[in-house]
């Protein structure tokens, strides 16, 4: 990978630098907000509270805690100030918050800058290619969505903003119009950044969504080279990609691969995967990619996340716990790579449950009763530890 030429911005708060040959990367926490939002509006304040600060404690370093919503349309999201004010911060983590209106951003400010952060000070265009999505989720229409643009960057240009993002979203597919094809999305990235630079402002971001998992790693792969071959300014982008169909952490790598070291790629990931949209027809099948397995891959990438991931996985459970169902992660279910201190004992008996599979965590207790048929002890000339006994050898 080469090097963009470009002037790059400062770092987002929660920048992970990245190793050689890797751009940085952003991993935001969706887990409280996008999560949150597709499950049981029951759960209550206290419980949420409760997972944010365990989340806080993890290492995370940049945290959605939720939506300035209308609770008559998401009700999940009803105790939002009761959840901003009850949670203890912690150093060095960015809170943010969705505002979608004018109350919403004025309920928010409340709170900045002593408890939340602003998410991204740069002003932004966006537009969803699925108009069906767009209606259904904003009660707008595609055009509604571009006509909006003018008065954005109008405004941004008399407030003497130097910077903008551009953004695509449903930007890969619809579960209502079928895929959608490379030209489109570039297409309509044009259109804004020409608008965008037409007022002297330079567009230094780009916004990659994907609300109906219809994401693919090529089809990620090829529209960053040609974004970064045709506006060489860009140096952010940011990509929310739903796992609906598993392709979530495959595109995410592909992106990740593809980016100019010395760029910045914002990642959106949720515990557990714990994440959905009802508006498009997938419900809680649309999930993010596990933040527990994100952080996995990139700890094995080389990048110093500084998350604790044993912290992680138990924050998962607690999540578990509080919602009353399974999540979706895989690093949740079997735990990250054993290290040389914690390998399994060699006489583990069978384990062939999810419960039974959670003894990393959970000790000998999760496989109480398990067969276990060897006649001897299990040696190996590799393994100099001492010998774990056979529960019916104790």
């Not at 499950?39 to 939506?67: F, M, Q, Y």
Request: net charge negative; with cysteine.
């Amino acid at each position: 990978m080469t090097s963009t030429e470009s002037t790059l911005p400062t770092p987002l708060p929660g920048t992970i630098a990245g190793p050689p040959g890797f751009p940085d990367v952003v991993l935001v926490e969706e887990g409280m907000r996008e999560g949150l939002q597709i499950e049981d509006a029951g759960v209550p304040v206290k419980d949420k509270i409760r997972l944010l600060d365990a989340l806080s404690a993890t290492g995370l370093r940049r945290i959605v805690v939720g939506s300035f919503v209308s609770p008559k349309w998401t009700p999940q999201m009803a105790g939002i100030d009761e959840i901003v004010e009850g949670f203890t911060p912690a150093p060095g983590v960015t809170y943010t918050a969705l505002a979608l209106n004018s109350r919403g951003v004025e309920r928010r400010a409340a709170y900045i800058p002593h408890k939340l952060s602003l998410e991204d000070e740069r002003p932004f265009t966006r537009v969803h290619l699925c108009d069906v999505f767009a209606r259904r989720n904003t009660n707008r229409s595609q055009q509604q969505e571009i006509d909006t643009w003018s008065g954005i960057v109008e405004r941004a240009a008399a407030d003497g903003v130097t910077e903008a993002e551009m953004g695509v979203n449903a930007a890969w597919g619809s579960n209502w119009l079928g895929p959608f094809r490379h030209e489109q999305r570039m297409e309509l990235l044009e259109r804004q950044y020409a608008m965008w630079t037409d007022h002297g402002i330079a567009v230094t971001k780009v916004f990659l969504g994907d609300p109906m998992g219809w994401n693919l790693p090529h089809h990620v792969e090829a529209d960053l080279h040609a974004i970064q071959e045709r506006w060489p300014s860009v140096s952010t982008f940011h990509l929310h990609l739903h796992n609906t169909r598993g392709m979530a952490p495959i595109s995410a790598y592909s992106a990740l691969r593809t980016v100019h070291e010395r760029c910045t790629v914002v990642l959106d990931a949720s515990i557990g995967g714990m994440a959905g949209c009802p508006y498009c027809g997938n419900g809680r099948a649309a999930a993010l990619t596990p933040t527990e397995d994100l952080v996995h891959l990139l700890d094995g990438l080389g990048f110093e996340t500084g998350v604790d991931l044993d912290k992680l996985i138990e924050t998962v459970a607690l999540a578990e716990e509080i919602l009353g169902h399974r999540l979706y992660g895989h690093v949740s279910k079997a735990g990250g790579r054993p290290k040389a201190d914690a390998l399994y004992p060699m006489d583990l008996p069978f384990i062939e449950t999810l419960e039974q599979a959670q003894h990393f965590r959970l000790g000998p207790p999760s496989y109480e009763g398990a067969m276990s048929p060897w006649k001897e002890p299990i040696t190996s000339p590799f393994r100099t530890d001492s010998i774990t006994p056979r529960k019916d050898d104790a």
